[in-house]
């Protein structure tokens, strides 16, 4: 069994910043790629950001040069930093992972999502 647990959430204003972080349990013997999903109210979920066991990051336009993703192995951690929040930051956001267990299986991993918004 594979979890993921996200923390870091909250209410930031306008130009602020934010960490969030995701963290793996279970028998795990790789995470690739790890990512972060959002869904804000009435809308379909959206990729923010993703990085490969590589090293290779990729982020949506809109928060190109504000956020950040970031990981530690040793941990089966990762984060997302997020500066110069926007309102249209606002949403729930989720970490997301393929995961290789101990019994070879490959993990569509979803964490339950924590809250992020930006308002004055």
């Known amino acids: 069994q594979v979890q993921l647990v996200e923390s870091g959430g909250g209410l930031a204003q306008p130009g602020g910043s934010l960490r969030l972080s995701c963290a793996a349990s279970?028998?795990?013997?790789?995470?690739?790629?790890m990512a972060w999903y959002r869904q804000a109210p009435g809308k379909q979920r959206e990729f923010v950001a993703k990085?490969?066991?590589?090293?290779?990051?990729e982020y949506r336009d809109a928060v190109k040069g504000r956020f950040t993703i970031s990981r530690d192995n040793d941990k089966n951690t990762w984060y997302l930093q997020m500066n110069d929040l926007k309102p249209e930051d606002t949403a729930v956001y989720y970490c997301?992972?393929?995961?290789?267990?101990?019994?070879?299986?490959?993990?569509?991993?979803w964490g339950q999502g924590t809250q992020v918004t930006v308002s004055a």
């Open positions: 997301h992972a393929l995961v290789v267990s101990e019994d070879s299986w490959t993990h569509n991993s």
């Open positions: 279970g028998s795990i013997v790789s995470i690739d790629p």
């Open positions: 990085l490969s066991s590589s090293g290779i990051a």
